[in-house]
């Protein structure tokens, strides 16, 4: 008998739950100080993190001892103590050292931190995944840690289809939305906001969103509340140096 067929996606278990992690000044605590380590203060940094390093200075790795020289973390030179998780949010191992890696991991989840252990996934609440990054624009490529190399691998050929200027494009759509919201701040306008916005993105090409100045965007916003989306060469008419003065079509 074949199976019903259902309107619904089929479930497909095994994936982890990807997810914009908001991190900024949360305390993240990195245990070690090698090539791994480096990679992790650099991903936690990005995210506005405050960061401690828990490693022997002898064995920082350049990039890790440049970034405690400039004051960019905070630096504890010696081996790890239970005492270092006190107010932490956050936990990335990087030692090559399981048994000291897997002890650390059980304290964590003693306490409900979430950590990562480097290069053992089973003791892993969460994986770093391979990252392109233009602006406010981030993807990530995640193999559930199956294979590292490879997410890069396809994370290289996903950004180099990316059009030149996918980023500033993301950025004006993040400020023309941050105008609309003071324009429309109530919370039962924002069915409409996000309509509109949609229309927005859905009609002006990628070149046109990065050419928005504030100037366009103030006008533009004229539109929302007949919810309707002029072409931007009809809103800079509309500015105060354009020169249409007839009737507004849209």
């Known amino acids: ?22 991190i900024r000044n949360k305390r993240v605590l990195v245990v070690g100080g090698g090539e791994v380590a480096a990679g992790r203060v650099v991903n936690v940094l990005n995210a506005d993190a405050h960061v401690t390093l828990v490693a022997p200075r002898e064995g920082l790795n350049d990039e890790v001892a440049f970034r405690v ?13 239970p005492a270092d998780l006190d107010g932490v949010d956050m936990v990335l191992t990087a030692v090559d050292d399981p048994e000291a890696s897997s002890h650390i991991y059980r304290l964590c989840k003693e306490r409900r931190i979430a950590a990562n252990i480097a290069d053992v ?9 391979s990252v392109h990054r233009d602006g406010p624009l981030q993807i990530m490529v995640s193999t559930n840690g199956n294979g590292p190399k490879l997410a890069n691998i396809v994370r290289r050929q996903i950004a180099a289809g990316l059009p030149y200027n996918i980023g ?25 906001r996000m309509q509109w916005m949609s229309k927005v993105c859905e009609q002006y090409s990628l070149d046109d969103l990065c050419a928005l100045t504030d100037e366009d965007m103030e006008v533009l916003l004229g539109f929302y509340k007949p919810n309707v989306v002029p ?20």
Request: net charge negative; hydrophobic share 40%; glycine share 8%.
């Open 121 to 129: 996934p089973p003791e892993c609440d969460f994986y770093f995944g």
């Open 168 to 192: 500033a494009a993301v950025q004006s759509v993040g400020l023309l939305r941050k105008k609309l919201r003071k324009v429309a701040p109530l919370v039962d306008q924002g069915p409409k």
């Open 231 to 250: 072409s931007l060469e009809l809103v800079r008419l509309q500015e105060p140096d354009g020169a249409y003065d007839g009737p507004f079509l849209i």
């Open 1 to 22: 008998m074949a199976a019903p067929t259902s309107p619904y996606p089929a479930i497909q278990g095994g994936a982890s739950l990807i997810l914009a992690w908001q």
């Open 69 to 81: 020289e400039q004051g960019q973390i905070d630096h504890v030179d010696r081996k790890f103590e």
